[in-house]
């Protein structure tokens, strides 16, 4: 099946330093990448839709500021935490679909912030 | 967005079959039903999808009333690997996944 990646897979950070978190399509082109992050025994909650060449559209809640998002290539979209706090502390996941509007997504390795 | 309700959790024991059910009495005529499955530590896995008829993958059987307000995963023959989070979901055309609590399905040996 279609891959997505993301690098780096886990990452230790200062508070107040900021962290990118990149998610690639390595076997298709994605118009479309969905940003998600995920607490400890939680469930994933989604944070933004990424599309190629436009600007992120964030879900009610999400700091736009904060959680930075560029989708500049139809592979490759890009997650910066700003000013990290040990609250961002998460699993962030990527996910994008090769084709069909309708069809399976794919789901990235997942990302693990761990803000000191 | 259309809702999805699971048990919380269930128990199999391995090679033995196992049904996991979704109901989504508010679904619309234009949502698929997917399912996915999340493992610790991993992103969720892509399991199987339809939209009003039966289908069948390599990994599962997904049933679908005929009313299309309830599903059925079926794996056939669990295994100690299949252990996970198991997310049913409706999605609607281009749309993101949006999550719910998921059945955290433990299998024993």
């Given amino acids: 099946g279609a891959v997505v990646s993301q690098h780096p897979s886990w990452v230790i950070c200062k508070s107040g330093t900021s962290v990118k978190i990149e998610c690639r399509s390595l076997d298709f082109q994605?118009?479309?990448?969905?940003?998600?992050?995920?607490?400890?025994?939680?469930?994933?909650?989604l944070m933004a839709t990424s599309n190629e060449g436009s600007k992120a559209t964030y879900e009610q809640?999400?700091?736009?500021d904060k959680f930075l998002i560029n989708h500049a290539s139809l592979t490759l979209s890009t997650l910066t935490v700003t000013s990290a706090h040990p609250e961002d502390s998460s699993f962030y996941i990527c996910s994008a679909s090769p084709g069909t509007t309708t069809g399976e997504l794919f789901f990235g390795e997942g990302s693990r912030l761990t803000v000191l | 967005d259309a809702k999805t309700t699971q048990p919380n959790s269930m128990e199999s024991n391995e090679e033995e079959p196992v049904h996991l059910p979704c109901n989504h009495s508010t679904i619309?005529?234009?949502?698929?039903?997917?399912?996915?499955?999340?493992?610790?530590?991993?992103?969720?896995?892509?399991?199987?999808?339809?939209?009003?008829?039966?289908?069948?993958?390599r990994m599962a059987?997904?049933?679908?009333a005929e009313d299309r307000k309830s599903s059925t995963l079926i794996l056939h023959r669990a295994t100690l690997r299949d252990a996970a989070?198991?997310?049913?979901?409706?999605?609607n055309a281009g749309t993101a996944l949006i999550f719910?609590?998921?059945?955290?399905l433990s299998v024993s040996s």
Wanted: glycine residues 10%.
């Fill in chain 2, 28 to 57: 619309s005529g234009t949502d698929y039903i997917h399912w996915y499955r999340q493992l610790p530590s991993q992103g969720p896995e892509y399991v199987i999808h339809g939209l009003t008829s039966n289908v069948n993958n």
């Fill in chain 2, 85 to 91: 989070v198991y997310y049913c979901i409706l999605r």
């Fill in chain 1, 30 to 45: 994605a118009t479309t990448m969905f940003w998600y992050r995920q607490f400890p025994k939680q469930s994933l909650m």
């Fill in chain 2, 100 to 104: 719910g609590k998921g059945t955290t």
């Fill in chain 1, 61 to 64: 809640g999400v700091e736009k």
């Fill in chain 2, 61 to 64: 059987s997904l049933a679908i």
